[in-house]
């Protein structure tokens, strides 16, 4: 039988839910501002109302029972829902607001360019956009939506891919003009000045300029050469400075290219291995903000 909602344990679910997504009692007081013997007795109290244990406890460690596996992820949700309600019936002006995580090289590059569009398709909804480069779980951000540089495969979330991802060489027009003569085939470029993505010398599959070498079959080049930026938006922003040759991902540059503020040097494009996807909790995919973003998201593309 169901309980009325003033007699639901609020505390104890509260204490559970942070407990379970950390599988951590002293995490979850540090998130709480509680102490872990706080929480300790929270779900002990929980325990005892329903008659089951939540936790299958020992010495330094806990993990979920089957009974608080069954409660967890549900529980998450219900306190996400509420959060967004609170959230809602707290705007001001009438205007709701979707936050969005995105990779920062993506959100500076690709998303801050085109969002004016979005806002003027739909007024009613505001874009918060959080720039992460971190994965996006929704446990326990205020995030709505992510987009993500990466495999697929975000497991317990809705994920579409919205692009696939090649890379190639770009430069400043005016350092085209400095060098023109020199290059020209992608041979040449084994003595250009080289900008680097650190996060393409570190992860397999990603493009980086040893692959592009081989890609367009150039022999034992130098292609450490130059300075490296830890993210590709850094990389390209020295490109732009006239700094050198950047290996850019093809939707980061898509806006400098247009508007000729970057050149592409070459037609050969390296397949990268992560493409761009839009992720979001499974319950969140019919929200109407969420479908309007999606929807927006694909027309861009």
């Not at 590709?232 to 400075?241: G, P, Q, R, S």
Request: charged share 20%; aromatic share 8%.
């Amino acid at each position: 039988m169901s309980l009325p909602f003033r007699k639901l344990p609020l505390s104890g679910l509260r204490a559970f839910e942070a407990a379970a997504r950390h599988l951590s009692f002293a995490a979850a007081a540090h998130e709480l501002g509680v102490t872990p013997a706080a929480i300790s007795y929270q779900i002990k109290t929980l325990e005892d109302r329903i008659g089951r244990q939540l936790f299958v406890r020992r010495n330094r460690a806990v993990s979920l029972s089957s009974a608080g596996e069954k409660l967890a992820a549900p529980l998450t949700d219900l306190f996400s829902q509420i959060a967004r309600l609170m959230a809602e019936v707290s705007m001001r002006g009438g205007v709701a607001t979707l936050e969005v995580t995105a990779m920062p090289s993506f959100a500076a590059k690709w998303l801050a360019p085109r969002l004016a569009r979005f806002g003027m398709a739909h007024p009613e909804c505001r874009i918060r956009v959080v720039a992460s480069d971190e994965l996006a779980g929704f446990d326990h951000t205020s995030s709505d939506v992510g987009l993500r540089y990466g495999p697929g495969g975000y497991k317990g979330l809705h994920a579409e891919k919205l692009m696939d991802v090649t890379a190639f060489p770009v430069c400043s027009r005016a350092f085209m003009q400095e060098h023109a003569k020199r290059w020209r085939s992608p041979a040449d470029l084994a003595c250009a000045p080289l900008l680097h993505d650190e996060t393409s010398l570190i992860r397999p599959g990603l493009p980086n300029w040893g692959l592009w070498f081989e890609f367009v079959g150039v022999r034992n080049p130098d292609a450490n050469r130059g300075p490296v930026f830890d993210s590709a938006h850094l990389a390209i922003e020295a490109a732009l400075a006239g700094q050198g040759v950047a290996l850019a991902l093809g939707p980061l540059v898509q806006h400098d290219l247009k508007t000729r503020r970057l050149v592409r040097l070459f037609e050969a494009e390296l397949p990268s291995a992560f493409s761009f996807w839009f992720v979001c909790r499974p319950s969140r995919v019919k929200d109407p903000r969420v479908a309007q973003f999606r929807d927006w998201l694909h027309s861009e593309i």
